[in-house]
């Protein structure tokens, strides 16, 4: 039985933009973005890429389920788990889906009816048999999912739109800054506001400043560098590092955690199944 004041956060997918499992990427782990946290008894989900798939097999035999799960946005890597979810199949369950980026163009509902539809996918989401609720807010609303529980979100910046959160429980805080570009130079003003004093701040870390600036500039992602540049002054204690590139195998994310360390104390590499108590 969890303690009322534990906060936890577990990671089931840590790679950006699309699963690279293989013998390259086992010790960080090939599964795109899914992050369990636990406040106390309550379970809230941050994202549902394929490490979704694995989280449902572990919650499958905690039903019934009464939770929340926060997407940062509906790009395919961070939704592709959601028809592979089994608590979706228990009748018993209840969930509340949450979207604060598509700024009233779509529902959240509409979007999963379009990506679960022929031929993309056999089945519409229709075939679950828990109760899924879709919840759209605007980036920059504050949410409060459960009792002691608040959420407060900010846009991101992102082609096609996200949303960043801060998740505070039992007096701490975690945020989770993920698809989101800087500007060179130019501290991003609300994602800075956002993880001010925060705890643990899980931030996409998808590039080094040296691969940005020659590749990538326009893509929508971050470097692990401005990830310091942001949480340091910020007064973060534990910066992590996130949306690992699938081009990045494990030597190149050894190399990178080993300058992450030395360039902040408190910083280093999530890594899928690693659990942190905030
Ligand atoms: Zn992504
Ligand atoms: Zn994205």
Redo the contacts with the bound molecule.
């Keep these: 039985m969890a303690r009322d004041q534990d906060f936890r956060v577990r990671f089931w997918g840590v790679r950006g933009s699309i699963a690279a499992p293989g013998p390259a990427t086992v010790r960080y782990g090939g599964n795109t973005s899914c992050i369990e946290l636990r406040c106390g008894s309550r379970l809230i989900v941050l994202d549902a890429g394929t490490g979704l798939r694995a989280l449902g097999g572990q919650l499958a035999a905690e039903a019934p389920l009464d939770a929340d799960l926060f997407l940062t946005?509906t790009?395919f890597?961070?939704v592709c788990g959601l028809p592979f979810f089994k608590p979706f199949f228990q009748p018993q369950n209840r969930f509340r889906l949450w979207a604060g980026h598509l700024g009233g163009t779509y529902t959240l509902q509409q979007v999963m009816r379009e990506f679960m539809m022929a031929p993309l996918f056999p089945v519409p989401p229709e075939i679950f048999k828990a109760a899924v609720e879709y919840r759209d807010f605007h980036a920059g609303e504050t949410l409060a999912p459960a009792p002691g529980i608040t959420v407060r979100s900010a846009p991101l910046n992102?082609?096609n739109g996200?949303t960043g959160f801060r998740i505070e429980y039992a007096g701490k805080a975690v945020c989770y800054i993920t698809?989101t570009e800087h500007v060179p130079g130019s501290p991003d003003r609300s994602v800075r506001s956002l993880i001010e004093g925060a705890d643990a701040v899980i931030y996409d870390s998808m590039y080094t400043d040296d691969e940005y600036a020659r590749l990538y500039v326009g893509w929508?992602h971050s470097t692990w560098q401005e990830a310091v540049r942001l949480c340091k002054p910020a007064g973060v204690k534990k910066l992590i590092a996130f949306h690992h590139d699938p081009e990045h195998d494990d030597d190149k994310l050894d190399a990178i955690g080993r300058e992450i360390a030395a360039a902040m104390p408190g910083a280093f590499l999530a890594k899928e199944g690693m659990e942190i108590v905030i």
């Design positions: 946005h790009h890597d961070h992102h082609p996200a698809d929508g």
